[in-house]
């Protein structure tokens, strides 16, 4: 049976599953969700993720909603080519850098937030958009310093891709939406570039 991923291009956390699935090769299907429009609060999508959130894989009767959950379902599913490495120190890490985007970066500046800031406490438009700029400057260069912690290479860990970098890509997609200043996370974008030259990322990218 293919699998079904509920996605929307600009979705940062379905972008980070769009890459997995092209890394790991496997055939599958893209269910629109138009974020803009509502989709996402539609009966039928409540009725298959109660939290009207993207992503979400479907794979037969397994339905999965979080982004990195769904990704390590597929590493276990599809070990080959990893996105883990094999020792248990270093998976830590590669998790630790994938969190600091998945849990502290992507949640503070996602649609939803910028709404509430807008709905509930009448936030105007530039200043909702300097928020975002805020938290993902902060969070890329921490993120900066914790990569030039680790063992070097052309990706976040060594010299293949990781979970660590489906989660830098669209990051750093996200930030160049909201004109963030790039400049002090030189590294990062080294290794964004590192990607792009790879079929998986490219495939993946909002454009395609």
């Known amino acids: 049976m293919t699998l079904k991923l509920y996605s929307y291009p600009r979705s940062s956390a379905s972008y980070r599953v769009r890459i997995a699935l092209h890394h790991k090769g496997l055939p599958f299907e893209i269910e629109p969700i138009d974020l803009l429009a509502g989709d996402q609060k539609k009966r039928e999508f409540l009725e298959l993720n ?56 992507h949640p503070l500046q996602n649609l939803g937030v910028l709404r509430d800031l807008e709905e509930e406490l009448g936030v105007a438009e530039p200043e909702r958009r300097a928020w975002a700029r805020g938290v993902i400057e902060r969070g890329l260069q921490a993120l900066e310093q914790l990569v030039a912690r680790g063992p070097g290479g052309t990706f976040c860990h060594g010299s293949e891709p990781t979970l660590a970098d489906l989660c830098l890509v669209p990051q750093l997609f996200n930030a160049r939406r909201f004109e963030c200043d790039l ?7 080294e290794i964004e570039e590192s990607c792009q030259h790879l079929e998986a ?8």
Do not use: K, M, W
């Open 50 to 105: 109660p939290q009207g959130v993207l992503p979400t894989l479907v794979d037969g009767p397994v339905v999965i909603s979080q982004s990195l959950a769904a990704i390590e379902y597929l590493e276990e599913r599809h070990p080959r080519p990893p996105l883990l490495p094999e020792r248990a120190s270093d998976r830590a890490r590669v998790r630790q850098l994938a969190l600091v985007v998945a849990c502290e970066i």
């Open 183 to 189: 400049r002090h996370v030189p590294r990062l974008l």
């Open 201 to 208: 990322f490219r495939n993946a990218a909002p454009e395609n």
